[in-house]
């Protein structure tokens, strides 16, 4: 599973979506855009961590939705 897919069930759980995660984080909604499309694979941990931060969560957490739908 990607970074993309395992945030956006992270974002459903939390009843977020990007905008929100945008609003917290500074990241721009083009950016959200190049994941979806694959266009940015390789997500920088101080960008996850900025991210998965702005969703309330530990790094752990998100990995544990992750590994539970893989």
């Not at 994941?35 to 790094?59: C, F, N, Q, Y």
Request: net charge negative; aromatic share 8%.
């Amino acid at each position: 599973m990607t970074f993309y897919e395992t945030l956006i069930i992270a974002m459903a759980q939390k009843d977020m979506v990007p905008a929100d995660i945008c609003a917290k984080t500074g990241l721009q909604p083009s950016y959200f855009s190049k994941l979806k499309s694959g266009h940015t694979k390789d997500v920088t941990w101080e960008r996850a961590l900025l991210i998965i931060g702005a969703l309330g969560m530990t790094p752990d957490e998100f990995l544990e939705i992750q590994n539970q739908e893989a």
